[in-house]
């Protein structure tokens, strides 16, 4: 089993910045996938980024392509999420998960709210 925990949510100003960390448990981190989702108030959990197990490829969503970044540091079992250019349109709570190969994110974290003001 897989333990996920995050950090790094906060209240920010439109065109600041936040950097979110996902810290995991256990000895096999390198072999997941990972993954930032994110929630908004009355709207389905929506993938914003992922990134492959050694950390060559990533994927971003249409919404914060050239604004945030995610990287993995596989020694320190953490992956981050680098947010700069906020817009109020980012608030969410924000989760990490971890897919094992199978295509599906089986664990998650318990999130952390981010709230970008006007």
């Known amino acids: 089993q897989v333990q996920l925990v995050e950090s790094g949510g906060g209240l920010v100003q439109a065109g600041g910045s936040l950097r979110l960390s996902c810290a995991a448990s256990?000895?096999?981190?390198?072999?997941?996938?990972m993954g930032w989702f994110r929630q908004a108030p009355g709207k389905e959990r929506k993938l914003v980024a992922s990134?492959?197990?050694?950390?060559?490829?990533?994927y971003y969503a249409d919404s914060v392509k050239g604004r945030f970044t995610i990287s993995r540091d596989n020694a320190k079992n953490t992956v981050y999420l680098q947010m700069n250019s906020l817009k109020p349109e980012d608030t969410a709570v924000y989760y990490c998960?971890?897919?094992?190969?199978?295509?599906?994110?089986?664990?998650w974290g318990q999130g952390t709210q981010v709230t970008v003001s006007s």
């Open positions: 256990g000895r096999t981190f390198s072999s997941y996938v």
């Open positions: 998960a971890s897919d094992e190969g199978t295509g599906k994110y089986r664990y």
């Open positions: 990134i492959s197990r050694t950390g060559g490829s990533t």
